[in-house]
């Protein structure tokens, strides 16, 4: 086995292991309220870190199954980059716009930043699902 192709499994598994975890530690976050700006910068500072965390594991894979000559898996790595970057400048905006409206005590923050913590939840599983699959058939 090329060292390339060793540094693909690694990242792989770095990939794999960063999605789960986050995952498994977003749901347990959804027994907050989600009422006060604390729960909020929390909950956007887990998400925030997710997306980094994903966006770099991701490049990282992406780049070495390139180099092991595994272009399906490097594509679809880049794919995964590219989505927690676009989840990214997607999620946190809208959840620092609605946790400086849950601390102006607006009406309709609370239920649309738990809408957005479940829908980032949602994501993050299907991606987990996409990356379990591919292994499990592109991998062969």
């Known amino acids: 086995m090329s060292a390339a192709m060793i540094a693909a499994l ?14 498994m530690g977003s749901i347990p976050l959804l027994v907050l309220k989600h009422d006060t700006p604390l729960d909020a910068r929390f909950v956007r ?21 390139a ?3 595994r272009a399906g898996l490097a594509a679809g790595a880049a794919v995964l980059a590219l ?11 809208k959840m620092d ?19 957005t913590h479940i829908a980032a939840i949602l994501f993050n599983v299907v991606q987990l699902v996409a990356i379990v699959w591919s292994l499990t058939t592109l991998g062969r």
């Open 83 to 93: 989505i927690a970057l676009g989840l990214r400048q997607k999620v946190i905006p």
């Open 45 to 65: 500072g887990f998400f925030n870190t997710y997306y980094v965390a994903a966006f770099v594991s991701a490049t990282a894979t992406s780049i070495s199954f």
């Open 10 to 23: 690694v990242f792989t598994v770095a990939l794999l292991v960063t999605t789960a975890y986050f995952v």
């Open 67 to 69: 180099l092991a000559g």
């Open 97 to 115: 716009s609605l946790g400086a409206e849950i601390q102006s005590n607006a009406m309709d923050a609370i239920p649309g930043f738990r809408r």
